[in-house]
């Protein structure tokens, strides 16, 4: 019998709703934030009094005491599971917050909310979808009601979860599905191993590689003009609030063509190959070498900390979640391996000294002569480092993607 696996996809389309149902998510949005903040503020007082945290069962009875609370009648209008939600997400971010090894966009400690970042809320499986008539899509969400939305393509599976979130002016809904799926044969296409860099995206041991996504820098130098331009603005007034929507506008806008290129860079490797090999390097990792280690001190370290900036805005570890659930779908695995010495050992016959690396770019080995690109070179020699890794004890295997990868949503 063939074993299933279960694929999730999401699927996002712009709502259409009327005056009434606006002000609903509007309200509903409010309340959602309403109670991230008040029990993040209680979470911030116990850290404060040396008390431990309080779990996720126990803000819950505080989301009942508050719901009938007389000070806050409106939170009890509100449908409880998005609250519930709510502080699902605040449970797990402080709990992530704590964890060693978290990548440290992850571990940073939740922020309160503001409304001008656009609200968000979440519904579990209670919603669904139908098409009317007359050709609207509509989504049924709980104590708001039929919905229309702009459909482009149809949602296939199981509703698992519905996201909505409000951008400018526009509210979305983000529909998050699952079905089973009978487990792909085999892939039957080449392994191949991976460097991850900086001024190249991805080398692949092949010798081919991608660029980095040039929008990104143009995009963020934009995004530097316009904060700067907003902290010269009078807070709070008109000409402030317009170039904050337009900051906002130009984030989302970079985080989208962001997650493209990474989605379409993870499509064509998983396409291609069978078994991919990468480095087992968190972000934080990268980050700390720059600063250097007794074995090689860190030179321009200034320099490289203007790459480590980029180095974050790579998105490394969403494009290794993307890249596993793509594999996986296909047949194929993730394999993680040990970051050792991939830069200074030569990938032809072995020998490993700091004196083959020359430079950023170039890798000649002092002893056969071997030259290559360095990432070319570091790429062949973490497929060799996963040789023995799949042979000794069957490897890592690939990781269940992160929720934030199976999402495909921007960050
Ligand atoms: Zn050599």
Not at 41 to 58: D, I, N, V
Not at 196 to 210: E, K
Request: hydrophobic letters at 35%.
């Amino acid at each position: 019998m063939m074993l299933g696996m279960i694929q999730r996809r999401a699927f996002r389309f712009r709502l259409e709703p009327d005056g009434a149902q606006r002000q609903k998510l509007a309200r509903f949005g409010g309340a959602a934030r309403w109670v991230w903040n008040r029990a993040l503020a209680e979470q911030k007082r116990r850290l404060e009094a040396g008390e431990r945290t309080a779990g996720y069962a126990e803000m819950c009875r505080s989301l009942t005491e508050w719901r009938h609370s007389p000070e806050t009648p409106w939170l009890a209008e509100v449908h409880v599971n998005p609250l519930q939600q709510t502080l699902k997400d605040l449970d797990r971010a402080v709990r992530d917050s704590f964890r060693p090894g978290t990548d440290p966009a992850r571990k940073r400690f939740p922020r309160f909310r503001k409304k001008s970042a656009g609200d968000h809320f979440r519904y579990p499986a209670s919603v669904k979808t139908r098409v009317r008539p007359d050709g609207w899509a509509e989504v049924w969400l709980p104590k708001v009601g039929w919905v229309r939305y702009r459909s482009s393509r149809p949602i296939e599976g199981r509703i698992a979860q519905a996201t909505l979130s409000e951008e400018g002016e526009q509210w979305f809904v983000s529909i998050q599905t699952e079905r089973e799926v009978p487990e792909p044969a085999a892939s039957e296409q080449p392994p191949v191993g991976i460097d991850l860099g900086v001024v190249r995206f991805a080398t692949l041991s092949d010798g081919s590689y991608f660029e980095p996504l040039a929008p990104f820098k143009r995009g963020a130098r934009q995004l530097a003009r316009a904060q700067r331009r907003l902290s010269r603005k009078h807070k709070g007034s008109k000409n402030w609030r317009k170039q904050q929507r337009r900051v906002a506008r130009l984030r989302r806008a970079e985080g989208r063509a962001r997650l493209d290129f990474l989605h379409k860079t993870s499509t064509t490797i998983a396409k291609n190959h069978g078994v991919v090999v990468l480095e087992d390097l968190s972000v934080g990792q990268m980050s700390r070498s720059a600063r250097g280690t007794p074995q090689e001190p860190g030179k321009n370290v200034r320099q490289k900390a203007g790459l480590n900036r980029s180095i974050l805005d790579q998105g490394w570890g969403m494009f290794r979640a993307l890249l596993a659930y793509k594999l996986a779908e296909r047949g194929g695995r993730l394999v993680l391996v040990e970051a050792a010495y991939t830069s200074q050992r030569c990938s032809e016959c072995g020998h490993t000294c700091p004196e083959n690396r020359k430079g950023q770019a170039l890798f000649c080995c002092a002893q056969c002569g071997y030259s290559a690109h360095a990432d070319h070179n570091a790429a062949r020699n973490i497929l060799e480092a996963a040789g023995h890794a799949v042979q000794a004890c069957g490897g890592k295997g690939h990781r269940p993607p992160d929720e934030a990868g199976t999402r495909g949503e921007a960050a």
